[in-house]
């Protein structure tokens, strides 16, 4: 992931913005209940969220279930890409860009399992590589509680 550096000026979000693209993707996200995806940060340049281990997510015996992860980074890579679009026209109102994400959709998604999802929590990170008039190029990363990487993913969205 990108590590920030004095040159690279981000804008901050609107506590607004913030509120709101947190309810799109934790309560309307109907799916995103089930995952039981938490957002934690929402930056312009990057985003992330936890989700707890419950018994309603084991594959096998005490692993996560690997499409868990890979749903998990998939929404992860649309998170950040909604947030790139809202940095993109900080010019509007906060609530003019959060209807935005209406057409927003996955049309290519890579994960790499590295190691096993054993852990009470896991941490998910996405950042956009690309954001073009119709396409964007997402990076992400699945975490154990310890940091220790998981998984990787790379995806593409529909933004037009």
Not at 32 to 40: C, E, P, S
């Amino acid at each position: 992931m990108k590590k920030d550096t004095a040159a690279e000026a981000v804008p901050e979000f609107e506590p607004e913005f913030v509120a709101g693209l947190k309810k799109i993707f934790e309560e309307l996200i109907v799916f995103n209940q089930v995952l039981g995806l938490k957002i934690t940060s929402i930056k312009p340049d990057r985003v992330a969220a936890r989700i707890a281990m419950r018994h309603e997510l084991v594959g096998s015996p005490n692993r996560l279930h690997g499409g868990v992860i890979s749903a998990g980074l998939d929404a992860m890579g649309g998170l950040a890409v909604m947030a790139a679009i809202g940095a993109r026209h900080m010019d509007e109102a906060p609530a003019q860009r959060l209807h935005r994400f209406g057409k927003l959709g996955t049309i290519d998604l890579r994960i790499d399992y590295l190691r096993p999802g054993i852990g009470e929590h896991f941490e998910l990170r996405a950042e956009v590589l690309r954001l073009g008039s119709r396409v964007a190029t997402t990076r992400m990363e699945f975490l154990g509680a310890d940091g220790k990487l998981l998984s990787t993913g790379a995806g593409a969205y529909i933004v037009s």
